[in-house]
């Protein structure tokens, strides 16, 4: 599925004292799938942004379009089954005795048969590597556990597109990788990603392409080389350390990626 | 008062030690800390690292006396922080992660006050130790502010000042940034680093790159501290780090990689021994 955001507006409160403008004209594409990674402070809109995608948000002015056609005409169980959204901190929505259980329960809501739902909760179990934690109380977990059973609930109802906001917060750093690594997975499988993330190291790995939000509009839009290149101030520690040497050393181009960044380095006489 | 009773050793000025200390949850199967024996002297700054479900947060939970050892001794500048609570509260302000859930006052300077008010300080002495609170993590202009207008980064130095209204000695800090963004973490490490020098700090985080600077770094892993190591001995050992679930951050993984030193913390540092060995022509690995 592609689904287009047409300078999208999105006023909280419209009319009261409280009147906030988080988005102020938001145009992006989710192709495909690819990874687009949304960046951006506290408070520049990225939560709100990606509630649109769904329509948990409607927007107070713009469109968001899935596969050209206006969401807003989408029945919205349909379309929330094919753009699913994971929040941040999922796993406080976790209830049911057994992460197998948990997981079955957003599938079990599209009346398929019981045996689609359970070939579907053990297909979104492997894909999270948490198929041995199928019969445990997800309150038994790991941090990082839970996180991963939380995202197998959305994954089970196999969207197209999976929104997965902030989605490492407070897992320590092994969690993180694993999660990273489930999300080029999930792209190798042709999901679109889309990733929020304060963490411009881990957007920097993952991303086909990233999306700089500021006070709720885009300041830029494009690979991870344009976009952090073009500020390399407010950019991952690969692109810092490469743009530090820039001068000295044209040579060393614009290398996103660790794995990259480091063979450029590499790459330099002398070093 | 150098030795304000038992837990402190003689010559010695201990600031926090655990002796042997064990927890169980209820119902679990494992204890979340077992056997564990640490010392923090006065004026030391030491880091807790570990997995999701290592021990770090039952750590925090016994040094401030919301749990109680199933069996070993915990002391708080000399004291039992289940017995003596509101005396450990006096010298030991602890900085949650969530700012959001710490902040309770209509304004910036009220809520700094909220600690002090508690210990029943006289109104004329609170408010020059609020202003000096607010100094010092550099909200100047912000008394009059409301908390929830301000960003995650202000948050968290409000709350901060509130712990350092009451001037404690040591300061236990449980993740205190990774509910903010970078610029957010960046204004919290720097004022958190100009408190050094007169305080006692237990830093737990899951950012290794942010206890670069620690005296020494401590590894819980499934309640067992497995590792009290220098940083500089902690982010070269690649075995220690792998087993531990603990991953280098970038520019040390970058710096290591290209037989650097592993402390080069900064992409400036980084980038000016790249240089200087392009400069001396030297050439490794």
Request: hydrophobic share 40%; glycine share 10%; net charge negative.
């Amino acid at each position: 599925m592609r689904l287009e955001l047409k300078d999208v507006r999105h006023v909280y409160a419209p009319g009261t004292p409280f009147e906030v403008e988080a988005l102020r004209g938001v145009s992006l594409a989710i192709e495909p799938g690819e990874v687009l990674g949304i960046v951006g402070g506290t408070g520049s809109g990225k939560s709100t942004l990606v509630q649109h995608m769904n329509l948990l948000l409607v927007p107070t002015s713009g469109e968001v379009l899935a596969d050209g056609v206006d969401a807003r005409s989408l029945e919205k169980r349909e379309l929330r089954r094919k753009v699913g959204l994971v929040f941040q901190f999922p796993e406080s929505a976790l209830f049911a005795p057994t992460v197998e259980e948990d997981v079955a329960f957003a599938p079990r809501q599209l009346a398929l048969g019981e045996e689609e739902v359970r070939e579907r909760v053990r297909e979104s179990l492997r894909a999270l590597r948490i198929w041995d934690l199928a019969a445990r109380s997800p309150f038994a977990l790991s941090g990082g556990e839970k996180r991963r059973a939380a995202i197998a609930g959305v994954l089970a109802m196999r969207p197209e597109v999976l929104i997965l906001d902030e989605p490492t917060a407070g897992l320590d750093p092994a969690a993180r990788e694993e999660l990273l690594a489930l999300i080029v997975n999930l792209r190798q499988a042709g999901i679109s990603v889309v990733l929020v993330s304060h963490d411009l190291d881990e957007v920097a790995e993952v991303a086909d392409r990233v999306c700089a939000l500021h006070e709720g509009g885009v300041r830029a839009l494009g690979t991870p080389a344009e976009v952090f290149y073009g500020e390399p101030a407010q950019a991952p520690a690969t692109v810092r350390v490469a743009s530090l040497l820039k001068e000295s050393k044209p040579e060393i181009g614009d290398p996103v990626r660790f794995e990259e960044t480091l063979a450029a380095l590499k790459a330099l006489p002398g070093v | 008062m150098e030795n304000p009773g038992e837990g402190t050793r003689p010559g010695g000025s201990l600031a926090v030690s655990c002796e042997r200390a064990s927890f169980s949850y209820p119902g679990s199967e494992r204890p979340a800390l077992s056997e564990v024996s640490l010392e923090l002297r006065r004026g030391e700054y030491v880091g807790v690292v570990g997995p999701n479900g290592g021990g770090k947060s039952t750590l925090v939970r016994l040094l401030n006396g919301l749990l109680r050892p199933d069996s070993g001794r915990v002391r708080v500048s000399g004291r039992d922080p289940v017995t003596e609570p509101f005396e450990v509260r006096k010298h030991l302000g602890v900085l949650f992660q969530n700012p959001e859930n710490g902040l309770v006052a209509p304004f910036v300077e009220d809520d700094v006050a909220f600690g002090l008010e508690n210990l029943g300080i006289p109104r004329e002495e609170m408010q020059g130790k609020v202003a000096g609170a607010i100094r010092a993590v550099g909200l100047e202009g912000y008394e009059r502010r409301e908390p929830s207008t301000l960003s995650g980064g202000e948050k968290q130095r409000v709350a901060l000042a509130g712990l350092l209204a009451v001037e404690p000695q040591i300061l236990l800090l449980d993740e205190p940034t990774s509910m903010l963004d970078a610029a957010g973490r960046r204004e919290v490490l720097e004022r958190l680093e100009a408190l050094r020098a007169g305080k006692t700090i237990l830093h737990v985080t899951h950012h290794l790159e942010e206890l670069a600077g620690a005296d020494r770094i401590l590894v819980l892993n499934e309640g067992d501290l497995v590792a009290d190591e220098t940083p500089e001995r902690l982010f070269s050992d690649a075995a220690l780090l792998r087993e531990n679930r603990l991953v280098l951050p970038v520019v040390p993984r970058l710096a290591l990689e290209l037989g650097l030193p592993g402390m080069l913390r900064t992409p400036e540092g980084l980038a000016g021994a790249i240089i200087k060995r392009t400069q001396s022509g030297t050439r490794t690995g």
